[in-house]
T-cell receptor, first 107, second 113 residues
């Protein structure tokens, strides 16, 4: 069955520290993966998608098919990065979300 | 402005009193979906629709109904709400096809007493 797993419910780092939010998936086809972010009291919004191979707000994510992972990374976390992050897998237009990881960046 | 709107944003109701949460999008998207967000459980899909008159169950459809009579609207209906349906609900829409972004509404916080 297709599934997305985010093993960490909460990740707490200090400002300036590197951050990595883990995402693992199970999918029988060629995966299309996304990261969505939800800032406090706001709606979810797309952060980045693997097909674009882009860096948004300093975040990057590389698809590793061998490890079936799509971890989100940022070398130097900022306080404004504090938010809920969701990894998602595209299943023919339908998104399957992970459980989410709350990132807390402390000053 | 391209957007997904939901109404109401906040609702407190009592067990058994039927309610409808509306969702509307102005981007001509084929795909629309409802999710509920609960602490520790993340986002769980309730129902989705690939186009007008085409709807399908998500992961947690029990206690919910939907309809898709027009492309822009996708209301969520709770015929007989129960306290375990207290949650934050999000509507989303997107174009069909691979790697397309989904756009989310602002959320509806529902409390069932």
């Amino acid at each position: 069955a297709q599934r997305v797993t985010q093993p960490e419910k909460l990740l707490s780092v200090f400002k300036g520290a590197p951050v990595e939010l883990k995402c693992n998936y199970s999918y029988s086809g060629s995966p299309e993966l996304f990261w969505y972010v939800q800032y406090s009291r706001q709606r979810l919004q797309l952060l980045l998608r693997h097909i674009s191979r882009e860096s948004i707000k300093g975040f990057t994510a590389d698809l590793n098919k061998g490890e079936t992972s799509f971890h989100l990374k940022k070398p130097f976390a900022q306080e404004e990065d504090s938010a809920m992050y969701y990894c998602a897998l595209d299943q023919g237009g339908k998104l399957i979300f992970g459980q989410g990881t709350e990132l807390s960046v402390k000053p | 402005e391209a957007q997904v709107t939901q109404n109401p944003r906040y609702l407190i109701t009592v067990t058994g009193k039927k309610l409808t949460v509306t969702c509307s999008q102005n981007m001509n998207h084929e795909y629309m979906s409802w999710y509920r967000q609960d602490p520790g459980l993340g986002l769980r899909q309730i129902y989705y629709s690939m186009n007008v008159e085409v709807t399908d169950k998500g992961d947690v459809p029990e206690g919910y109904k939907v309809s898709r009579k027009e492309k822009r609207n996708f209301p969520l209906i709770l015929e007989s709400p129960s306290p375990n349906q207290t949650s934050l609900y999000f509507c989303a829409s997107g174009s069909l096809g691979r790697s397309n972004e989904q756009f989310f509404g602002p959320g509806t916080r529902l409390t069932v007493l």
